[in-house]
């Protein structure tokens, strides 16, 4: 083993394996797969196609169809000789693409004529995503503010993913979010807490989610005794 494959390992792993989620496991990635992807580009290049690739999606892409199968036998080699299989799932759903059909490479509808845009799955998933943020908010509470920061964190997640393409519901996921902030700006208000910005964040050293609902339930409680005092 050389230096820096050792130096590499060391960086990349932890008690022998790369963690799951780690900002390094893309970088791992690229380095193992280096030598396939060079070799497998050159092959393409020279049949006149483009070869991509994002994370373990690996996309050919040729207008001459005649090339097809050489191009899938030359991936389908450059991937075993990686030490890695072919997952027939995505094989099935997404492996020959004909111009008449969308088209998904890496995740998007490339050949819809008003622009790259998301699948049709992905468009209702989101909007599904942000009408059940909106939902949530309506009806927010101590005991569920937690879970509604997380709805909100998923959907700006989506925002973001939608944001790339030119044909895509991003525009009207935003006005949902903005919906739902609004209802738990007012609900919070409402109970008597203290106006707070950036409500649904959370990290490892602090949850303003959680912080606010225990308040909200002091306030609630302390609400209860002074009115059976009275």
């Not at 030119?166 to 609004?182: I, R």
Request: aromatic fraction near 6%; include cysteine.
């Amino acid at each position: 083993m050389t230096i820096s494959a050792v130096v590499l390992s060391r960086l990349f792993t932890r008690r022998g394996i790369v963690p799951h989620g780690s900002p390094v496991s893309s970088d791992a990635l690229n380095i193992f797969l280096f030598k396939n992807d060079r070799r497998l580009s050159r092959r393409v290049t020279r049949r006149g196609a483009k070869y991509t690739r994002t994370y373990d999606d690996l996309v050919v892409s040729s207008r001459r169809p005649e090339t097809i199968a050489e191009l899938a036998t030359a991936m389908e080699e450059e991937i075993a000789r990686a030490g890695l299989r072919v997952s027939e799932a995505k094989r099935a759903r997404r492996g020959l693409q004909l111009p008449s059909q969308p088209q998904v490479v890496h995740g998007l509808v490339v050949n819809n004529p008003r622009g790259v845009g998301l699948t049709r799955s992905q468009h209702h998933k989101a909007i599904e995503i942000g009408e059940s943020y909106v939902g949530a908010a309506k009806c927010v509470s101590p005991d569920s503010l937690e879970a509604v920061a997380a709805k909100r964190r998923v959907l700006f997640g989506w925002i973001s993913y939608a944001s790339q393409v030119k044909f895509g519901p991003a525009k009207h996921l935003v006005l949902l979010l903005q919906h739902g902030d609004e209802f738990v700006r007012r609900r919070l208000t409402y109970e008597g807490i203290a106006r707070t910005k950036k409500w649904w964040v959370s990290s490892t050293r602090r949850n303003r989610a959680r912080e606010i609902a225990e308040r909200w339930g002091e306030v609630r409680s302390a609400s209860r005794k002074g009115a059976s005092a009275a």
